[in-house]
């Protein structure tokens, strides 16, 4: 295990023993969590590594008391209902259609084709969930953050500066996403670093330099994981090929 002046690296063999220690702090944290305030609230991210960590949690989540969970997404693609591309289907599959999680804790993204059409007003109604939660338990538990290769969080991509540079709103509509679909709602840096634990969960050689990157401090218009942190922590769990550029 490795530091840097603000987080803490820890690099894995491969994609698998990557996914297992991620699926491994997730419990961690929120047992923890649920333990010192009763409730605990996570934040998931999509993508391959993501849902494959989910499914791992599924196989395995220990004393996690899924009752006492509050389930946010980190962003979403702004599509209709039962889309595949919709993280929060995949999310469902991979793990919270089999676990006993309230219904009422899971708090998604509208669709597209829902109450709010317009994506500002469902960023809008997303911030109002997510500005609620956090004025009743001060701050997400548990952040988890992939990472593409041009070193995007969330949807936070290089040089959209306007959702880069937000600094009030908990929640924006993004309509030019270079990757498709587009439109997509996404949490923002006041939003991530209202988080206690931000962990970072990325694989691929291909994410080697935007790692390196962000761990050297790179201006987050560049490379937008550089400007994410936790309050108590900041983790990058990383397999060995993401991990190439940190010498």
């Known amino acids: 295990m490795t530091t840097s002046s603000e987080a803490v690296v820890e690099v894995h063999t491969d994609g698998d023993a990557l996914t297992t220690a991620a699926a491994r702090r997730f419990v961690e944290v929120l047992v923890a969590a649920q333990a010192e305030r009763g409730s605990a609230s996570v934040v998931v991210t999509g993508g391959g590594t993501g849902i494959t960590l989910l499914e791992k949690v599924r196989a395995d989540s220990g004393d996690l008391d899924w009752s006492k969970l509050d389930v946010f997404w980190g962003d979403e693609r702004f599509v209709p209902a039962g889309d595949p591309e ?3 289907l995949q999310a469902h599959r991979a793990l919270l259609d089999h676990v006993p999680v309230d219904p009422a804790r899971i ?3 509208a669709t597209s084709d829902g109450e709010y059409p317009d994506p500002v007003e469902a960023a809008a109604e997303y911030a109002t969930a997510v500005r609620a939660h ?3 338990s001060g701050a997400f538990d548990l952040h ?3 990472m593409g290769p041009d070193g995007h969080i969330n949807s936070l991509f290089p040089g ?3 959702a880069i540079g937000e600094e009030r709103e908990y929640a924006v509509a993004v309509t030019d996403s270079p990757k498709p679909p587009p439109v997509r709602v996404t949490l923002t840096y006041p939003a991530i670093r209202r988080s ?3 962990v970072f969960v990325v694989s691929g050689s291909g994410k080697a330099d935007p790692v390196a990157a962000a761990l050297q401090g790179a201006d987050p218009l560049r490379v937008p994981a550089a400007g994410a942190h936790g309050s108590e922590s900041t ?3 990383l397999d060995a090929d993401a991990a190439a550029g940190l010498g």
């Open 196 to 198: 206690r634990h931000v």
């Open 134 to 136: 956090l004025a009743a």
């Open 235 to 237: 983790t990058w769990l």
């Open 144 to 146: 988890l953050l992939g």
């Open 160 to 162: 959209h500066a306007d």
């Open 86 to 88: 919709r993280n929060e």
């Open 107 to 109: 708090h998604t993204v």
